[in-house]
């Protein structure tokens, strides 16, 4: 199929790409086809479909997939007028590739737009519509060159490789119908960029044509549907928010009710979206669920809002047992006068709980000496808890959980995070590390925490509560102090810190040397950095990456071993100037 050499005319058909999952957003997703999510009050698709008539568009094609019957059943309502609308049903997900080729019957022998529907876009079409008109190209693909991955490699307006970065692809085409010669002859998934590298490889000319001036959005996740929205919380239209709520970095639902008094962040939803039938019943009177985010641990945690209660619902999945334990230590620490939350409903598994709701006020939200005095008081009474060999506890601290902190160390941040070494030796580091644990393991056993940062203290009614306890276990005092004093959520200076562990002495059954809590923080800021390289190579969970110069920089001031304190050093160093975090230090 050969396109004519005279004048092209003005594309009049459209393709929308409709079929996906959007998986980074659900819950939303799971309820409705991400093109139907409003953005503006106003569903993506619908957006879309009017752009492209008021520039011509006069026939548009839908694939559909995930909740397919949603999209037939909303989409005609939202046509222009004067705009024909068809769909292409796909039983299989068949990708941009497979699905062009199931709607082969849709071309002619004219240019036509191809355009993911979920995105928000203000863009002048001319600029594609002149440089197809003038080149002949395979397709001409509008570009980004500020947002976005920034895979697609340009020579000046000729795409040349499409995985070497540069600029970012938007996801609209102005495709050639001679792209059918390069997908494969049979319905199958397959991607679009591999016809047009075959199409490359045979000569012909993909563009990448950028427009300033131009304006894109790609919602994939909810920080990018706030950032769509100016920062602003997102409101959908049936969603029900009382004068004196307060509603804060938010995407509030259709089916939601926000009364007064009541603060919402992130995501909140109707309760029917994400609670069982069970877990109804514990709140029946539920308006609201907000999602909480994720603490790296395969727990999911939700606040349940009601009028004039909200309750804190917890599940744990099966990969960490210690997960189960958290009812028990609930009580037992309770018993032991600590401020604890109480649980309201327990499931019949153990794997979910209701909790008494402490807020959401964290002492990293407000790290002043006096709440860090108040959680050190906290800390002491747990370790002077004598009874804890009647618990079912975690592995205690030995030489073998010590070397898992350091292969978790070396795994997942100095050879994951930070690979270069840079003249680095790392049998000289594990040294270092070993004589750390050796120094700790002379430390009298007492109950720890185990993970005892600022974000496990909630301050409630003026005072403390703790959380997040389910691994306790035994240990060196020490390795708990160096979590919560020298956590690098806050990164209090040095000073700072001697001055509240002698607090922390003066309140304990027992007191901690300097040599010790040295020792503590090397191998806390070890697993610390360890877990933040883990969880910073997942996109959920990539923000923890943030605090990794802070972890080093404690590393750096409290160890006595010159090996590390140059490793340390080196790496701010070549974070300041490199930046191979992608953050800044």
């Known amino acids: 199929m050969r396109v004519s050499k005279n004048t092209l005319p003005f594309p009049r058909k459209l393709i ?43 026939d548009v094609l839908i694939n559909v997939h995930h909740l397919a019957a949603v999209m037939l059943r909303e989409v005609p309502g939202l046509v222009p007028s004067g705009m024909r609308v068809n769909f292409s049903h796909e039983p299989m997900i068949l990708g941009t590739g497979g699905a062009l080729r199931r709607m082969a019957w849709f071309f002619d022998d004219n240019p036509l737009w191809v355009c993911n529907a979920d995105i928000v876009m203000d863009l002048n079409l001319k600029p594609l519509i002149e440089a197809f008109q003038r080149e002949r190209p395979l397709a001409a693909l509008w570009m980004l060159p500020d947002s976005g991955p920034k895979t697609v490699k340009l020579e000046g307006e000729r795409i040349v490789d499409f995985r070497g970065g540069g600029v970012t692809f938007s996801g609209l085409h102005l495709m050639s119908p001679e792209i059918l010669e390069f997908l494969p002859r049979e ?19 993909v563009l990448g044509i950028q427009v300033p001036g131009s304006r894109w959005a790609d919602l994939g996740t909810p920080e990018q549907y706030l950032a769509a929205n100016g920062g602003s919380s997102i409101l959908w239209p049936g969603a029900q928010v009382d004068d004196g709520a307060r509603v804060d970095q938010a995407i509030v639902v ?42 790296g641990s395969d727990r999911t945690f939700f606040r349940i809002l009601g009028p004039g209660e909200s309750a804190i619902l917890m599940r744990s999945g099966q990969a960490r047992p210690e997960n189960h334990r958290f009812a028990s230590h609930t009580r037992f620490l309770a018993k032991q006068g600590l401020r604890v939350p109480e649980i309201r409903k327990e499931s019949h598994d153990r794997q979910t709980l209701l909790l008494e709701d402490l ?149 304990a059954a027992r007191a901690v040397s300097e040599a010790a809590y040295r020792a503590g923080v090397v191998q806390r800021m070890a697993q610390a950095l360890g877990a933040f390289g883990r969880l910073g190579a997942m996109p959920a969970t990539s923000r923890f990456l943030q605090h990794v110069p802070a972890a080093v920089a404690q590393i750096a001031a409290f160890a006595d071993d010159p090996g590390l304190q140059s490793w340390s050093k080196e790496f701010l160093e070549r974070q300041t100037h490199e930046n191979p975090l992608g953050y800044s230090a």
Do not use: C
């Not at 086809?33 to 008021?54: D, E, T």
């Open 16 to 58: 929308l790409l409709a079929a996906g999952y959007g998986s980074r957003l659900r819950p939303l997703t799971q309820h409705l086809p991400k093109p139907l999510i409003p953005h503006g009050g106003i569903p993506l698709i619908a957006r879309l479909m009017q752009h492209f008539s008021k520039n011509g568009v006069t």
């Open 187 to 205: 319905e199958k998934f397959s991607s679009v960029i591999t016809a047009y590298e075959r199409g490359m490889d045979k000569g012909r000319q």
């Open 254 to 295: 259709d089916g939601v009710r926000i009364r007064a008094g009541q603060t919402v962040t992130g995501m909140v939803v109707p309760p029917g979206w994400v609670l069982t039938g069970e877990e109804h019943g514990w709140m029946p009177e539920a308006e609201a669920v907000e999602l909480l985010p994720a603490r």
């Open 359 to 507: 807020g959401r006020t964290h002492l990293l939200n407000q790290p002043t000496i006096a709440n860090t005095r108040k959680a050190l008081s906290l800390t002491a009474k747990l370790h002077k808890i004598t009874t804890w060999q009647s618990l079912s506890l975690e592995p205690s601290f030995d030489a073998n959980l010590y070397q898992w902190e350091h292969d978790l160390f070396f795994r997942e941040f100095f050879k994951g995070t930070d690979p270069s070494f840079k003249g680095t030796d790392p049998f000289k580091i594990r040294e270092a590390l070993a004589r750390a644990a050796s120094r700790l393991s002379q430390e009298p056993m007492v109950l720890l925490h185990r993970d005892l940062q600022s974000t496990n203290f909630l301050i409630f009614g003026g005072e403390l509560a703790l959380i997040d306890y389910q691994g306790m276990r035994a240990g060196p005092a020490a390795y708990d102090l160096a979590s919560l004093i020298a956590d690098p959520y806050i990164n209090r200076p040095p000073d700072l810190q001697w001055e509240l562990l002698a607090d922390y002495n003066n309140m």
